[in-house]
């Protein structure tokens, strides 16, 4: 489409054809040359990193300043030329290919700024890695102490495992009568109330660590019948638990408020009982809301068992200092991180899938 | 012995020092259908869900076939059974299929076993016009199908009283015909009704009587044609004249 030129008008005169004054391009300058700062910070820190990671100096000019320039110099040129016919479009009065050309010209210093950006952070991180002849690679990334500590790390896991599993599933059923015992409605049953706000006041608030300690070390010197038998990791379940069944309270509490009350009001006056309004429409509702916010409070579960090394249980953590404190050397450390990371990322992926399978069968598709 | 089946013996229901209904006196004949209209918030909607305890009431008495269901003590499960309620929001459960709603109270209260709740639930479609819809999700449904099921859904209870609370209020005009002939049915098969609506015409042509609601009381009751030709309240003659000049009437 074009838009005619003010002098160019055959037609009878309009009033808006009197007054035209075409919309401007929108500025480009403050793009261009943000992105061309970046760009160039970006080149040079790769510059850098080559004088530390390789040693020939043609290579090092290829690597260092040849590719990184033309990596990122190519979205920049792009939204300088679109940049440039813009500005001749608007001279000729091609004004709607201006306007476009200015556009795309941002959106390509858009694209430039972002991948600059990335390249010179990646850039940083790899100048302290290597940087002091490597000294943060060797405390922290040595290949070799990672693997040699790293199928006892796994055997050690599997401590863990057991422990967040035990301790996620007490924590969800106990979280859940908290949830309900909260929620209980009538003076009949105050005291329930109070106590169930006062459990989760209480436990939200004592360090998961501190509780550990307590739960482990203070249970068998009770000497109570029963509770004193326990081994060491059952203590452990159980502390958790006690954390994060008061997390996990809260979270089904948001998630019972969170269902319309007409849902409940609907259930009750078809004549269904109470216990059935939960069990049937409100908690396999509230199931779906809550499944992502449980699965964060999981894994932070999962983290706060490395805290059981406190109590000398062996866990990957505990496994990995022994390790750790032999060689001198903080890798095997890093790769407890390493392994954590690795087993919660499918989880989320887990129930990412699960979520979409739930809306996806809701809405049949 | 009188005809009543549902009575409201001065009724007074407080939210707070907000007086909801103020001594509410009216009887719901058996195979009447009693319609209240009234302004936005004059307690047409309160009243009916004080009929099956979704709401309590502060003062007076509510009777069922003779018998107080109001106050302390009363098995609200079992009133709940005999009194079934629609709402303007529909209220399917979402993540049970149609047929699965349907089902879900007749088998859970003991009045069928599952196979015959199904075989009910799935007469009851047939005649609610949504036979093949049976293994739908309420989401799929346009909104006057999903009210049809919620009727069905309380239908299926075999109450002896239905209280339609708005039912057409959330539907595309379109879309309120369809609920209205449903109830129109219903109603010639003898169910006793309690409704509120804003459809006038439908409400002149359906009732046995008509109650108008003002600031929580009844301030005039009797049969349609004396309600909508006649009024003799300044206030229902002001209400009707905002119906007639909003083009609802």
Known sequence: ?365 | MSRAFIEFDTVTKRYGDLTVLDKVDLTVDRHEVVTLIGASGSGKSTLLRCVNGLENIQGGQILLNGDVVSGEGVDLVALRRRVGIVFQSYNLFPHMTVLRNCTLTPVRAGVATRAEAERNARVMLERVGLKDKADAYPDQLSGGQQQRVAIARAMLMRPQALLLDEITSALDPELVIEVLNLVRELASDGITMMMTTHEMPFAREISSKVCFLHQGTILEQGPPEQIFDSPSTPELRSFLRKIHEAGRD
């Open chain 1, 1 to 365: 489409m074009k838009v005619q030129a003010p002098e160019g008008r055959e037609a009878p005169p309009t009033p808006s054809d009197i007054s035209f004054t075409p919309a401007r391009p929108l500025p480009t300058t403050a793009y261009l040359t943000a992105a061309a700062i970046l760009a160039l910070l970006a080149a040079t820190l790769c510059y850098q990193l080559t004088a530390i990671l390789v040693t020939g100096s043609t290579t090092r000019l290829l690597l260092g300043a040849v590719l990184p320039i033309a990596a990122l110099g190519w979205p920049l040129s792009l939204a300088y030329r679109r940049s440039r016919q813009s500005q001749q479009d608007w001279t000729a009065r091609r004004y709607v290919e201006a306007r476009t050309g200015a556009a795309s010209s941002r959106n390509a210093a858009i694209t430039s700024l972002g991948l600059s950006g990335c390249v010179a952070i990646v850039a940083v991180l790899a100048l302290m890695v290597f940087t002091n002849d490597g000294a943060v690679q060797k405390t922290f990334f040595n290949g070799e102490y990672m693997t040699r500590s790293f199928f006892d790390i796994l055997r050690a896991l599997w401590i863990n495992v057991q422990i967040a599993l035990g301790a996620q599933i007490l924590a969800m059923v106990f979280g859940l009568v908290l949830a309900i015992g909260r929620q209980l409605p009538g003076r009949g049953f105050r005291p329930v109330r109070a106590l169930s706000i006062a459990y989760i006041d209480v436990f939200r608030g004592i360090p998961s660590v501190v509780l550990i300690y307590l739960v482990c070390y203070g249970l068998p010197l009770t000497e109570v019948p029963f509770l004193s038998g326990g081994s060491l990791i059952v203590y452990a379940i159980v502390a958790l638990a006690m954390t994060y069944s008061a997390y996990n309270a809260e979270l089904y509490r948001a998630g019972i408020e969170s269902i319309n009350p007409g849902q409940s009001s609907a259930a009750l006056s078809m004549g269904l009982t109470q216990t059935d309004v939960m069990r049937f429409v409100i908690l396999p509702q509230m199931a779906r809301n809550i499944a992502a916010p449980m699965l964060s409070t999981f894994i932070g579960l999962q983290k706060d068992t490395a805290l059981v090394i406190v109590v000398g249980i062996i866990d990957a953590f505990s496994q990995a200092k022994i390790y750790s404190a032999n060689d001198f050397n903080l890798s095997a450390v890093t790769a407890v991180c390493i392994v954590f990371v690795l087993i919660t990322i499918p989880q989320t992926r887990f129930v990412d899938y699960l979520l979409a399978r739930s809306g996806a069968r809701k809405t049949g598709v």
